[in-house]
């Protein structure tokens, strides 16, 4: 079963991210990795995914600053970080930034995509 969703893994973790890629592509779950925040702004504005789970911690280019910068041009894009041990400062900053949520790092598979149901579920419109 196909999910109606495309999700893209920004991390410069390169086996991480092809074992957690193929992990949700198991799952039905279409999945692009990008290997850094950069790389992944290009590959956005290519072609924009439903959900990108992106690392906070790269080199160069910040998890924080591609959040940025993703937000800025794709606000309806929603971002779920993922954070190491120590990093839940950034966690919390990203949250401020617009992200949807975050996840420690090693995420379960069954929790990471109830986080990518939960980011995708219509919102009520507060007025």
Not at 1 to 11: A, E, K, N, T
Not at 29 to 54: F, M, N, Y
Request: aromatic share 4%; hydrophobic share 40%; charged share 30%.
């Amino acid at each position: 079963m196909m999910s109606d969703y495309r999700v893209m893994l920004i991390d410069d973790e390169e086996e991480y991210a092809g074992t957690l890629a193929e992990r949700l592509e198991l799952r039905g779950i279409s999945t692009r990795v990008v290997l850094d925040g950069q790389e992944g702004l290009t590959a956005i504005d290519e072609d924009p995914p439903d959900i990108v789970l992106l690392d906070v911690m790269m080199p160069g280019f910040s998890g924080l600053e591609t959040l940025r910068q993703i937000k800025k041009a794709h606000p309806r894009v929603e971002v779920i970080l993922l954070t190491g041990r120590g990093s839940t400062r950034e966690g919390i900053e990203g949250m401020r930034l617009g992200a949807f949520d975050y996840l420690m790092k090693p995420v379960q598979i069954e929790e990471l995509i109830e986080r990518f149901q939960a980011a995708l579920a219509p919102r009520p419109i507060k007025g």
